[in-house]
């Protein structure tokens, strides 16, 4: 706008200046307020997605109902991770976003770590891995470089890493999600999502990186409604919290007793139960989100420093416990003989954590910024 034009002289002083910072917060949009609560939610989150790895060197057979239980409130935590990723594309770029520069930055410090990571596991599994190959029980693929793809499209390698695939392809559907944005009609495509997911439950063995996709979409467009509806969200989910935590339980424990523990992994079109553990993953980051905004004024360094490192506890961990799995048939790293619990996992995360924290550390005063190829931070 230029000064003295036609508009001006038909404006109060006070709309003109309103005007103009329209106009230059076009050009250079302010930067969104840093959220405390949600960095917490970051730090939480990466516990949860570790500690659904550690149940089996804890020794955790569960076969209890309170067994069950816990292990339905504790599995799934990827659902944090999905809704904290949408949350924060609208409060980080959605005002900004440049595509190419966005999907350029996702490919070298999520793809390429992801690729630098899987190759030394790839290669074991192609020439000694374990007896059978891995790659044998799901495909009938014999060409090395065929078998690299394989493990490198459905994350295969190593415990986790099935996320990146689905990942990548949930970043690209970046241009998609600011149509639904301009548009409000994010709850509209949410919500229908949000039943199919229900009905096609995650992927057998997380292989089907396209299911998955479809299974957490609804969940990354209810975390970008959420952040552009903060300002009425949070009261309703503060005044709320403690219902939807009863809930929440009320639904971990309704499907320990009738379907039992667990996420209900199974292919997309295969006509089975509704999956619970979804609805009560989102109830459960609702009432975490609600607990976590109360301490919005606070800074809590631990969960501060976890989620500045998450991304790099997250590529790291499965280094650490991938191979219980693969090379012991009952891993039990206290001898408990099948006698661990939820306190006894929670203790081996804890000391996962702190190893891979303690490793993504080390890696990035070695490398400084060229860490984050490796690592992602």
Same mark, same amino acid.
């Given at each position: 706008?230029? =000064? ?14 309103? /005007? ?11 930067k ?6 949600? @960095?917490?939610?970051?730090?939480? *989150? ?5 500690? %659904?790895?550690?149940?089996? =060197? ?10 069950? /239980? ?72 014999? @060409? ?15 415990t /986790? ?10 970043? *690209? ?16 495509? *949410? ?53 939807m ?7 971990a ?11 209900? @992994? ?23 989100l609600?607990?976590?905004?109360k ?11 976890? *989620? ?7 590529f790291?961990? =499965? ?11 009952? =891993? ?23 190893i891979?924290?303690?490793? %993504? ?15 992602g931070?």
């Amino acid at each position: 706008m230029l =000064p003295g034009s036609e508009y001006e002289k038909g404006c109060s002083v006070n709309q003109v200046v309103a /005007a103009k910072n329209s106009e230059i917060e076009k050009v250079n949009p302010p930067k969104k307020a840093f959220l405390n609560s949600i @960095n917490h939610f970051r730090g939480i *989150a990466i516990i949860f997605i570790v500690m %659904a790895h550690c149940y089996r =060197p804890a020794g955790w057979q569960v076969e209890t109902l309170a067994d069950k /239980a816990w292990f339905n409130l504790m599995m799934n935590g990827t659902v944090f991770f999905v809704f904290i990723s949408g949350f924060l594309f609208h409060h980080v770029f959605s005002h900004r976003l440049d595509y190419k520069k966005y999907m350029k930055n996702k490919t070298k410090f999520v793809f390429l770590p992801y690729l630098f990571l899987s190759l030394p596991w790839i290669i074991w599994h192609i020439t000694a891995g374990t007896d059978p190959l891995m790659h044998l029980n799901y495909t009938q693929l014999t @060409n090395p470089a065929e078998i690299a793809s394989w493990y490198v499209i459905t994350g295969r390698t190593l415990t /986790a890493y099935w996320y990146i695939p689905m990942g990548m392809m949930l970043f *690209a559907l970046s241009p998609w999600v600011m149509h639904l944005l301009k548009k409000q009609h994010l709850m509209h495509y *949410a919500i229908p999502l949000f039943i199919i997911a229900m009905l096609i439950h995650r992927p057998e063995s997380n292989l089907n990186a396209i299911q998955s996709l479809f299974y957490f979409l609804p969940v990354y467009l209810f975390g970008v409604w959420s952040s552009e509806h903060r300002d009425s969200l949070f009261p309703f989910i503060g005044k709320f919290w403690i219902p939807m935590l009863i809930a929440a339980i009320g639904l971990a424990v309704g499907q320990a007793y009738f379907l039992g523990a667990g996420t209900l @992994n199974k292919p997309a079109f295969e006509i089975t139960v509704p999956d619970l553990m979804l609805p009560q993953k989102m109830l459960l980051t609702l009432v975490l989100l609600a607990i976590l905004n109360k301490f919005e004024h606070i800074s809590i360094k631990p969960l501060q420093k976890l *989620a500045e490192v998450s991304f790099a506890i997250y590529f790291i961990h =499965p280094w650490i416990t991938t191979p219980w799995w693969m090379l012991y048939d009952s =891993p039990d790293i206290f001898n408990l003989q099948g006698q661990g619990n939820i306190f006894t996992t929670l203790l081996v995360t804890l000391g996962i954590v702190i190893i891979s924290y303690a490793v %993504a550390v080390t890696i990035k005063k070695l490398l400084n910024k060229r860490s984050r190829y490796l690592i992602g931070w």
